[in-house]
């Protein structure tokens, strides 16, 4: 079973920053850190940006030039550096990873973590 933890979320004035991490374990199957997603109450969750295996990244608009991802793939682990917060960045942010097995991809996610920005 593919644990996914993510971590770093919390309270911070706008303009601040947070950074969060999100390691995967669990199965001796590959395991490929995919991106971070966000979720607000009542609303469909949306990415926020997304990593390749070659370490290409794709980030929403609201976001770019302010967070930036990166993964450790030896470790199965991604993060998310982010600068600048704003009030509407208050979320909850989760971790997808996907499990290579048998030519087939399963996707995990973490449990979330929170983030508020305070203005």
């Known amino acids: 079973q593919v644990q996914v933890v993510e971590s770093g979320g919390g309270l911070v004035q706008a303009g601040g920053s947070l950074r969060l991490s999100c390691a995967a374990s669990?199965?001796?199957?590959?395991?490929?850190?995919i991106g971070w997603y966000r979720q607000l109450p009542g609303k469909q969750r949306e990415s926020v940006a997304t990593?390749?295996?070659?370490?290409?990244?794709r980030y929403a608009d609201s976001v770019k030039g302010r967070f930036t991802i990166s993964s450790d793939n030896a470790k199965n682990t991604v993060y998310l550096q982010m600068n600048n917060l704003k009030p509407e960045d208050t979320a909850v942010y989760y971790c997808?990873?996907?499990?290579?097995?048998?030519?087939?991809?399963?996707?995990?996610w973490g449990q979330g973590t929170q983030v508020t920005v305070s203005s």
């Open positions: 997808k990873v996907h499990l290579l097995k048998d030519s087939l991809a399963f996707q995990y």
């Open positions: 669990g199965s001796t199957s590959r395991i490929i850190p």
């Open positions: 990593i390749s295996d070659g370490g290409s990244a």
